[in-house]
């Protein structure tokens, strides 16, 4: 019944930023889930990047992208961002958006997953 979709890839050169969307629907406006991001490279497998919070605002980043990427909500549109920042060649990844229910911001057992989005940095 969750559906996520994500928006916002692109190519975009090294040091540049980016902005990913993801737009959630079978939510209620009140129940308590928690939204992340996930990224899968060519040939690795799919890793974790950040996890916010509905109901908090708790974050957790993954150490790779600490202090370049940051995760935000609009809970009134039921909807997630991204904003990374000084971007390289190692960001290259298909984008996920992934939500579970609960309260507690951790990288594991998201049950919803979108379809992706693409982001290549080009150098």
């Known amino acids: 019944q969750v559906q996520l979709v994500e928006s916002g890839g692109g190519l975009v050169q090294a040091g540049g930023s980016l902005r990913l969307s993801c737009a959630a629907s079978?939510?209620?406006?009140?129940?308590?889930?928690?939204m992340a991001w996930f990224r899968q490279a060519p040939g690795k497998d799919r890793e974790f990047v950040a996890t916010?919070?509905?109901?908090?605002?708790?974050?957790y980043y993954a150490d790779s992208v600490k202090g370049r990427f940051s995760i935000s909500r609009d809970n009134a549109k039921n909807m997630v961002f991204l904003q990374m920042n000084s971007l390289n060649s190692e960001d290259t990844a298909v984008y996920y958006c992934?939500?579970?229910?609960?309260?507690?911001?951790?990288?594991?057992?998201?049950?919803?997953w979108g379809q992706g989005t693409q982001v290549t940095v080009s150098s």
């Open positions: 992934a939500s579970r229910w609960g309260d507690s911001v951790s990288p594991g057992n998201y049950d919803y």
């Open positions: 916010i919070s509905r109901r908090s605002g708790s974050t």
């Open positions: 079978g939510l209620n406006f009140f129940s308590p889930y928690v």
